[in-house]
């Protein structure tokens, strides 16, 4: 803007320049028409005069004193001849001391005027006065004017550009801060302010745009606190869900399995083919109730990481990598865990193991890797940094798993930013990243209430 705003200045200054030069051209040009016409109107005078003065003189010392007469003479160039129009004397010239340009001199000079003067002494005709206009004194002039002009202003539109150039970058400088915070409440940093500018209208954009940050602001912290009271509800019902299938379920499944032993040695009582029979029935209801258990507890670690909160994060993330590779002997998986706290709340506990399990289940199942490994560590600000790195086909338009967009990245996206983290995916050479930064802090009362 401010270059734009110097560029009308300078087409002003242009358009000015060129008003004033024509100006000075036409005024010019008149001053010369009139100058030259008033220099011939004095020639025949001049003649008339010196003629009757000398009458009695040499016609050599009669031309000698005509051309020193016409010496004085500006603006015509008066040539002498005598009777037989031979050169008897000359005029001053001023072509050798000219100093406007041609293209000036011929912008203003006016039309070329030739005079003839008739020498007559006693009656008789001795000569000619050849009277030529030459306006190169009065056009030199003119230029000198113009020349000094134009510098002056020349100098004065460079002081103007440049106390304008300083002047338009302090008016505008509003609008720079006005577009850096615009690109910070892009980035979702929504604590972005401007300062309040001396220009009144840029100083209602400025706080109308520092209460837009400061609503949006309000509106992210509402949406967090909404979220992580989301999180709350969801792990407290996976934690009563899993409190009831261990405790209403297990017990249910162990009587079925007890009682199923109890009627396979009832049935050893009985004669054949009963026994048989009622043997071959309660071999199947214990491998059904096996089946069932095995499922159980598959469900419970789904609802609820078995000892988390009990045991250490870092143990239960060993356990989670170690579970993980002896399920996908064919991939190296490993796990490094800085030394970690025993735990950052619960929240931040779930999450981390969430998406570590979730990172890990996408790079097994769909990035065809070789190598899979996953670190987490405490930064030097408290926070918890962790990432799940693989070396495998990396992220692709025509890959239609969960590390490209699906139901698995979205929610850990939302715990993620629920707890005011940061999640994302980095393309490496070769494979992908899954790199994830949580603000571990004590939880809220909401958050700790069971």
Request: overall charge neutral.
């Amino acid at each position: 803007m401010r270059a734009r705003l110097m560029v009308v200045v300078v087409l002003i200054d242009l358009v000015a320049a060129a008003i004033s030069g024509a100006v000075i051209i036409h005024k010019a040009r008149s001053a010369t028409e009139v100058e030259t016409a008033a220099s011939l109107a004095v020639v025949e005078p001049l003649v008339a005069e010196t003629l009757q003065a000398l009458q009695d003189a040499p016609l050599p010392g009669l031309f000698r004193t005509l051309a020193l007469r016409f010496q004085g003479l500006r603006h015509v160039r008066v040539t002498l001849l005598d009777a037989a129009n031979q050169p008897a004397g000359t005029g001053p010239r001023h072509e050798g001391r000219r100093r406007a340009p041609g293209w000036f001199a011929a912008l203003i000079a006016p039309p070329a005027q030739r005079h003839e003067v008739p020498l007559v002494l006693r009656g008789v005709r001795i000569g000619t006065a050849l009277v030529t206009a030459e306006p190169s004194d009065e056009i030199d002039e003119v230029w000198g004017y113009a020349l000094a002009l134009g510098l002056t202003g020349l100098s004065l539109s460079l002081a103007m550009l440049a106390i304008l150039y300083v002047a338009f970058g302090r008016i505008l400088s509003p609008l720079a801060q006005l577009a850096a915070g615009l690109t910070r409440l892009e980035q979702q940093d929504y604590g972005a302010r401007v300062d309040r500018p001396d220009t009144r209208e840029l100083a209602v954009i400025a706080a109308r745009f520092n209460r837009l940050a400061e609503a949006l602001g309000a509106a992210r912290a509402a949406n967090l606190r909404l979220h992580r009271r989301l999180l709350t509800a969801e792990e407290d019902e996976r934690r009563r869900t899993a409190l009831e299938l261990h405790d209403e379920f297990g017990p249910c499944l162990f009587a079925l399995e007890a009682n199923s032993s109890s009627i396979a040695r009832i049935a050893t009582t009985l004669d054949e083919p009963a026994r048989g029979r009622l043997t071959q029935r309660t071999d199947d209801i214990a491998a059904i109730v096996k089946r069932v258990q095995t499922i159980n507890r598959a469900l419970l670690n789904r609802l609820r990481p078995a000892g988390l909160g009990q045991v250490p994060l870092a143990r239960c993330l060993e356990l989670l990598v170690r579970e993980a590779a002896r399920h996908h002997p064919e991939i190296a998986v490993e796990g490094r865990f800085a030394p970690l706290k025993d735990g950052y709340g619960d929240l931040v506990d779930l999450t981390v193991y969430r998406c570590v399990q979730e990172g890990l289940t996408n790079a097994l199942r769909h990035a065809g890797a070789e190598r899979v490994s996953v670190a987490v560590a405490e930064e030097a600000d408290g926070s918890v940094r962790l990432a799940v790195e693989d070396d495998g086909a990396g992220l692709g338009p025509d890959r239609g798993d969960d590390r490209t967009g699906g139901r698995g990245l979205a929610g850990m996206r939302e715990r993620v930013e629920a707890l005011g983290g940061r999640l994302a995916l980095v393309p490496r050479m070769p494979g992908t990243a899954l790199r994830i930064v949580l603000p571990a802090g004590p939880e809220t009362p909401e958050e700790a209430s069971p």
